[in-house]
């Protein structure tokens, strides 16, 4: 099973005093904290996995959902869909008209999920732009003091 196909952590209520301890030891160190093996051997944390553990148990200890995918992984319409948040139909949409890369598996399409969240963060800028700049209309005919005196 991949991790896609499992359900996101999340912390319960009981470990979050401990996810708390733990992010702030995290967030006091310098450098890497050491793991304690079962022969007493210390293994220092490599930097690439020390910055992956001070995100999951930051998230984690403030009641976030935690799921790990690598960025090759490739993912399924209905996969792809779900981390849009929009109908698979829309997502195919979005492949034929080229918004979205992807490649055939036999008559499967499949998604990397890399070119997924280039996808997710270019609409999400575009997004925030176009909300930017209706609000900067909005104040210059005047109509965000009207809504804001009623």
């Known amino acids: 099973m991949t991790a896609i196909e499992?359900?996101?952590i999340v912390a319960p209520e009981s470990e979050r005093s401990a996810l708390n301890k733990i992010e702030g030891v995290f967030e006091s160190e310098q450098h890497a904290p050491k793991l304690i093996g079962p022969h007493e051997e210390e293994i220092e944390?490599?930097?690439?996995?020390?910055y992956v553990l001070r995100q999951v148990v930051h998230h984690l200890a403030h009641g976030q959902a935690v799921t790990i995918v690598p960025l090759n992984k490739e993912l399924t319409t209905q996969e792809a869909a779900d981390i849009l948040n929009v109908s698979r139909p829309h997502l195919v949409?979005?492949?034929e008209r080229g918004d979205?890369?992807?490649m055939k598996v036999g008559t499967h399409r499949r998604i990397r999920f890399s070119d997924l969240l280039d996808y997710k963060q270019q609409r999400d800028r575009k997004r925030r732009s176009?909300?930017?700049?209706?609000?900067q209309l909005s104040q210059e005919l005047g109509l965000y003091e009207q809504q804001q005196q009623t």
Do not use: Q
């Open 6 to 8: 499992r359900e996101p």
């Open 45 to 50: 944390f490599p930097p690439s996995l020390f």
């Open 93 to 95: 949409k979005l492949l």
């Open 100 to 102: 979205i890369p992807f």
């Open 130 to 135: 176009s909300l930017a700049d209706l609000t």
